[in-house]
């Protein structure tokens, strides 16, 4: 009846297929094709039950989301599901690779579902803003209970489909999907099983119907680190709808709830987001043909903090590590505490039991670079200064292996420079992890002057192995990510100079959205590094430098730019701190003035925006979409403000470009001047996303 849903019979079992690379999506011709198929189906006299399955490498992976904000096209979802939940034949929902979303929904609409082993299944509508709006927050609960479904619906994360059949969501796990699923439907129609139609089935929520708490207990579990978020909140007040209404009110509304969230600007961000992602993985100027070269061994060097957390990335994936240090000591140290982080986790039930022991076994710790001899790709994570990154890449040049990709973890620092101290530079390519490595998802990926395209698909092909997000940027002071942050830095700096006391900036900053404010994250990281650094260049910062000498490093010594309690990471206010400035904008002969939080927001984000439009201008990054990945996973900007650029569109760039001259004009500051490219934009009516190709990923 339909190209992308093919019907045929096999003795008494309609087996319904849909094929519609890559993933199956619930496009409007899909939706067709299923209920057209589903309806003979039910009308063949011949037919006694129905298997829905599907071609390729998985089942439904979700709805078509370039639909969305356009005219619906019929069949609805809905529709498609009830056929399949009223037919008066047997339906059996036949899974593999993942049934998520709209695919799981059509899955709940049927009567059974079987599974094979490795497939996954979940609602992830809650990481776009949405919720399930197809009757997921109503048939998910009567499947499994209030609070598996409330963590899957509430968390976005799919469960495996053994624990889906442990909970009652799979009924049967199969060896061959097809042919189990035909076994399955014969083994039905035999034993005369009734028919389930989920909506009618309250038995299992009707625990949390007696016991509120049950429900609420699960609520407040899943939405401790939701600040912020919308659409979690409007997912659990569906699936509480579920609890206080009938079946078919309460599916009118999750649907109000769907319409209201569809059409908010958190969703509008989060999906923005979610391409932004895919887009970041085109890599421009690479052809289509390249391979990544094979990496079945890779090498660090170093095993601080960072070596020790790119080192675990590694391992979590299942790759073989060399870990490299100068000594016995240090080594040992770095070993040790990647041990205690892995104890950690497995004992909170973050990872199984046997997990530290088998990923330790893939870490081979060694003194000395000669050891990086059998490596397929190099990382470097050792001190921030060009002259060790470059006495360090002239000894892996001479024990590198031929065709090793050679890989700087530096966060600002020159990659052509570095380079250029190897006999290959072709090989060598910036690998910027983000701190802690083994949890922050964020690699800029920095393309060199020489670097050869299969090399930079190296370093992108294993950046997704070891899940981390990789972004290909160019070569500049920062990147794109510090060198925008560096723009904030000077502003927050400023504002205090102005009047603004620390936790005025940080309110602002935490309130907007993002993890910390720059004095809590300078105190996190400690104040005496970049004290060091300014030594160095002959640069003063007089607030900054007060506060180091009178010993306030930061977190590390109780004291920074706030005062911490013992044992304690909270930053409080200190009036210490409010009478140094004061101290010293006297000695500078400065007047304190006050400062308002619209103004400080501004101050934060605006230059951002600015130093992100010239980073555009200069090619360092591909894509505006591109800038926003980098800062949602390596620095905890809000996805629901989908990015910097993202955002500045959603202000508006002609008043970003105003106050930004107004600020320059009022601060003395030509940094702050717009960028000729934002200035353009702003007097052309335009937006950055106007700047992106038009081609979309595939949803």
Known sequence: MTEVVKRERRGVVAIVTIDSPPVNALSAAVRRGILDNVTAAVADPEVQAIVLTCAGRTFIAGADITEFGKPPQPPALNDVIAALENSPKPTIAAIHGTALGG????????????????????????????????????????????????????????????????????????????PGAEAFAH???????????????????????????????????????????????????AIAAGLDYPFDEALKKEREGFLKLVVSEQSKAQRYAFFAEREAAKIDGVPESTKPRPVARAAIIGAGTMGGGIAMSFANAGIPVTLIETGEEQLKRGLGIMQKNYEATAARGGIPADAPAKRMALIDGKVGLEHVKDADLIIEAVFETMAVKKEVFTAIDAYAKPGAVLASNTSYLNIDEIAATTKRPQDVVGMHFFSPANVMKLCEIVRGAKTAPDALMTAVSVAKKIAKVPVVVGVCD???????????????????????????????????????????????????????????????????????EAGRFGQKTGKGYYKYEQGSRAPLPDPEVETLIDQTLAKLGLKRRAIDDQEILERMVYPMINEGARILEEH????????????????????????????????????????????????????????????????????????????????
Request: aromatic content about 6%; charged content about 25%; overall charge positive.
């Open 478 to 548: 920062g990147f794109v990510g510090n060198r925008m942050l560096a723009a904030r830095s000077k502003q927050a700096e400023k504002l205090l100079f102005e009047g603004a006391l620390p936790q005025q900036v940080d309110g602002v900053v935490t309130k907007f959205g993002m993890p910390m404010g720059p004095f809590a994250m300078g105190d996190l990281a400690g104040l005496d590094i970049g004290w060091r650094s300014r030594k160095d260049r002959g640069i003063k910062s007089e607030i900054a430098d007060a506060l180091c």
């Open 103 to 178: 695919g799981l929904e059509v899955a709940l609409g049927c009567h059974f579902r079987v599974a094979v082993k490795d497939a996954r299944l979940g609602l992830p509508e809650v990481k776009l803003g949405l919720l399930p709006g197809a009757g997921g927050t109503q048939r998910l609960p009567r499947a499994v209970g209030v609070e598996l479904a409330v963590k899957v619906i509430l968390g976005g994360d799919p469960i495996k489909a053994p624990e889906a059949a442990q909970h009652g969501l799979v009924d049967e796990i199969v060896d061959e999907l097809v």
């Open 187 to 237: 083994k039905v129609l035999a034993e005369k099983r009734p028919l389930r139609r989920l909506r009618d089935d309250d038995s299992k929520i009707a625990a949390a119907r007696a016991d509120r708490s049950i429900f609420t207990n699960a609520v407040a579990a899943m939405t401790k680190k939701t600040r912020g978020l919308e659409a979690p909140f409007a997912c659990a007040d």
């Open 620 to 699: 360092i990054a591909a894509r505006p979409s591109d800038i926003d990945v980098v800062w949602i996973y390596g620095y905890g900007w809000p996805v629901y403000r989908g990015g910097p650029m993202h955002y500045a569109d959603s202000v508006g760039l002609k008043h970003i470009a105003e106050r930004l001259a107004l600020y320059a004009k009022q601060t003395n500051d030509p940094s702050l001047e717009p960028a000729p490219l934002l200035a353009r934009l702003a007097a052309e009516g335009k937006t950055f996303a106007s700047l992106a190709q038009p081609n979309k990923a595939a949803a």
